[in-house]
């Protein structure tokens, strides 16, 4: 089951932003499998994809769409990533874009496709366009909640957030959803995320804001450090809120930009404990670093290691494995002679030897926590930072073993 995270009950609705789904059969039976996202013409909206070179025919698609023209509507599917499908692939992406274009009456350059699942299988887009007339009919702004259940392939909980603040006497929403468990590293990872403000947001700031923000979230994640061939985080300012970013002060600035990054955390966070067989949630911290590049390299080195991951899967205290994963970064900048390791407020390592105060029954009480903090101090510099990862077990292997089948 997942870490210490429930499916979300209720969400607030994005004015300018209206959402609907449906069942299209074409993978999963009995659940919808298809999301329709309507945004308002007057909105900017600015999406990053995955860096894999083996990318699906529908980010491509969205890719070119995206510098084309300014989305009106989204179309999601899962349960079929229609990647590995070549030039039948693109068609199927293209058609389902036109599809969309003629039901809703706007270009097709103006609809972005995003698939997730299955690998090699292509899009049945006939299935996809006998839903378009229903997906119209039922938009509605107060959606969120299907929407996200509809996007999910091998997660066991849907998974979003909502959050409000009041700038300038308006109140000011932020609502996302976004779909991963398994296939996830930085660069997007195996998810999909879709994020919206009614703050008004230039297009110049709104790519500036979401690069950020995705750089403390989305990539700052990993399960399996497997990236995706379909990866996509969008980012929507419908404006319908009659407040412009650029008209707060920069402290109200700062103020909506901690939401933003707040609620992308936590949906980040809540593909990691609902990571494929997890049972722990860690957080791993690389402290006084000289170089955050460099700390984002160490926490990723120990984030990823299989050897460190088993270990808290079997809440076993073996704590020399994380410090052999931070030491194998290839970097002469890493010293790791200054270095000291807590693990949930217990030292175990400092001044280049056990810590005296340190028994392995204390170890392996911290390591039976489901809920891990594994903090580096580098003790060489000011930087931090922050990655999030969960344990490896059995039951990883059963789900990815099984996926196709």
């Known amino acids: 089951m997942p870490v210490n995270l429930t499916a979300p009950t209720a969400l607030l609705p994005v004015p300018g932003v209206r959402l609907a789904t449906a069942a299209s059969a074409m993978r999963y039976q009995n659940r919808d499998d298809l999301v329709l996202i309507e945004i308002d013409p007057a909105a900017e909206v600015t999406a990053l994809f995955t860096q894999n070179k083996f990318r699906a025919p529908p980010v491509e698609l969205a890719i070119a769409h995206l510098q084309a023209a300014t989305p009106r509507y989204l179309i999601i599917n899962a349960g079929n990533a229609n990647a590995g499908t070549g030039s039948a692939g693109m068609q199927a992406a293209e058609k389902t874009c036109l599809d969309v274009a003629n039901q809703c009456v706007v270009n097709s350059n103006q609809v972005l496709p995003f698939s997730t699942g299955v690998i090699g299988e292509l899009l049945d887009s006939d299935k996809v366009k006998l839903c378009l007339a229903d997906l119209q009919q039922n938009l509605s702004e107060d959606h969120w909640l299907q929407a996200a259940a509809a996007i999910l392939t091998t997660d066991i909980v849907a998974k979003a957030q909502s959050k409000q603040i009041i700038l300038n006497g308006k109140a000011i929403t932020i609502t996302g959803m976004t779909k991963g468990s398994g296939m996830i590293s930085p660069n997007m990872a195996t998810m ?171 170890g392996k009480a911290a390591f039976m926590q489901d809920e891990i903090n594994l903090l580096i101090d580098l003790n060489d510099g000011i930087e931090t930072v922050t990655v999030w990862t969960c344990d490896l077990t059995h039951e990883y292997i059963r789900i990815n073993a099984e996926y196709r089948t």
């Not at 990236?227 to 002060?249: E, M, P, Q, R």
């Not at 807590?342 to 030292?347: K, Q």
Request: glycine share 4%; net charge negative.
């Open 192 to 362: 999909l995320a879709y994020v919206a403000t009614d703050l008004a947001i230039s297009k110049d700031v709104l790519k500036r804001l979401l690069s950020e923000m995705v750089e403390q979230s989305f990539n700052s994640i990993t399960v399996d450090s497997d990236t995706s061939t379909n990866d996509a985080c969008v980012l929507i300012a419908s404006g319908n809120a009659k407040l412009n970013y650029a008209d707060l002060t920069p402290a109200q600035q700062l103020e909506f930009e901690a939401a933003l990054r707040d609620v992308m955390q936590t949906l980040a966070q809540s593909i990691v404990r609902d990571g494929e067989g997890a049972t722990k949630f860690v957080t791993v911290q690389v402290a006084t670093a000289a170089d955050k590049a460099l700390a984002k390299q160490v926490a990723m080195s120990v984030a990823n290691s299989p050897l460190v991951k088993t270990a808290l899967a079997a809440s076993d205290a073996n704590w020399g494995r994380i410090l052999a994963a931070a030491g194998k970064v290839e970097s002469e900048r890493l010293d790791l002679t200054k270095a000291s390791l807590t693990v949930n407020d217990v030292v175990i390592w400092k001044d280049g030897r056990i810590h005296p105060s340190y028994s392995e029954a204390q």
